[in-house]
């Protein structure tokens, strides 16, 4: 059966660094694209970041300088490395599996992605 767990969220502080894990099981993670989204309260879910099936990644230019996709296949889990943490991150952070082996272009639209994990709330408050 096909799964996505996310965790590693947490409160932090402005500034900090979390980094979220996105373990699957069912399928190989090298063998389709994986993507993370956030929802902020009251905000249409975003796109963060995608990881294709061979290993490039791809990084909204809002967090792009912060934020770092990473995969451990042995583990069959993709890491979201965040640092410098900001009040606007807070949300809920999903993994999402592609039916695709790449990326989409743009984030802008989950229409690719057509599994998803159950989210993992990040919060930045001091």
């Known amino acids: 059966q096909l799964q996505l767990e996310e965790s590693g969220g947490g409160l932090v502080q402005p500034g900090g660094s979390l980094r979220l894990s996105c373990a699957a099981s069912g399928f190989s993670l090298n063998t389709y694209a994986t993507g993370w989204f956030r929802q902020a309260p009251g905000k249409e879910r975003e796109g963060v970041s995608c990881l294709s099936g061979r290993g490039v990644g791809m990084t909204v230019d809002s967090v792009r300088v912060r934020f770092t996709t990473s995969r451990d296949n042995a583990k069959n889990t993709v890491y979201l490395q965040m640092n410098k943490l900001e009040p606007e991150d807070t949300g809920v952070y999903y993994c999402?599996?592609?039916?695709?082996?790449?990326?989409?272009?743009?984030?802008?639209?989950?229409?690719?992605?057509?599994?998803w994990g159950q989210g993992t709330q990040v919060t930045v408050s001091s």
């Open positions: 999402a599996r592609s039916r695709y082996y790449r990326c989409p272009d743009s984030l802008t639209s989950t229409t690719d992605f057509e599994s």
